[in-house]
């Protein structure tokens, strides 16, 4: 299986995490965690048991598997935590929990014909930039407090409380929140939170549990493992004897933030 992230152009960077592709021969069965960013999926090859050609992921709170029918081919658009506003209309709690049709949202005829046809992945990625260029909504900003609290959890890597994010305003920051980023604050901490267990899990220091609990931000281990049950549908130590080779390409290589990843190149 061959995953490769490329960095989006500068006029999509700050809405636009990573675009990716992903190809080969996949298993019967795999699960993807959440990982507290939406995404846009097209694909070029034979699509997942039922998955539309192209959809819109909103904010998942729940593993959700996936399974391979034929040759994996798929691209993908990873907007960072709110930037998906800045390409469409509505709110985003709206799509938590859920996978729209591109078709549902925007006419994609042309755009699925020139990622299928695309003999390489600069073929494919440079078709995606263009669509989402075309509809990106330039004088569009996210409120300030919103941009400062999705900043802060991830330079703190969900450590904070809603109330050190809010400055006081816990209810009024949630609401726009939710409508921006499709989660509220609290559960997006806990997802970045979440990830970097999952980074963690990748060396034998990460499966020192009590430790890993409390460098994570966890109160203890009972923490850790009643939130990795609730996001994974299981515990830490079933999940790290097991293999996930499409999962784990979803996992933000060495430093999950909102600025960068470790898996990225330029076309």
């Known amino acids: 299986m061959r995953y490769q992230e490329y960095a989006p152009g500068p006029r999509l960077a700050r809405w636009v995490h990573r675009l ?52 994996v081919g798929v691209i993908g658009v990873r907007f960072r935590p709110g930037g998906a506003c800045a390409f469409l209309g509505f709110p985003q709690h709206e799509a938590t929990d859920r996978m729209i049709p591109l078709g549902a949202i925007w006419g994609v005829a042309e755009l699925e014909e020139q990622v299928a046809e695309g003999r390489s992945d600069a073929e494919r990625v440079a078709p995606v930039e263009g669509f989402l260029l075309g509809r990106l909504r330039e004088r569009w900003t996210p409120p300030a407090a919103v941009e400062a609290a999705v900043a802060r959890i991830f330079a703190s890597r969900g450590s904070l409380t809603v109330e050190e994010l809010a400055a006081g305003r816990p209810r009024q920051l949630g609401e726009s929140f939710r409508q921006i980023v499709g989660v509220s604050p609290k559960l997006l901490s806990r997802l970045v939170r979440f990830q970097e267990v999952l980074r963690r899990l990748a060396t034998a220091e990460g499966r020192r549990w009590v430790w890993t609990a409390l460098e994570c931000g966890y109160y203890d281990q009972a923490h850790l493992i009643r939130d990795f049950r609730e996001f994974a549908g299981q515990s830490p130590a079933v999940y790290a004897a ?6 784990d390409c979803f996992v933000d290589g060495s430093d999950f933030s909102n600025t960068g990843g470790s898996g990225s190149a330029t076309l």
């Open 242 to 247: 097991g293999r996930h080779p499409l999962g």
């Open 20 to 71: 990716w592709v992903l190809e080969g021969t996949g298993p019967a069965v795999d699960a993807i965690l959440p990982d507290g960013r939406m995404e846009m999926v097209l694909h070029f090859g034979e699509p997942f048991r039922g998955q539309p050609r192209s959809f819109l992921v909103g904010q998942q709170r729940r593993a959700v598997e996936v399974a391979p029918a034929g040759r």
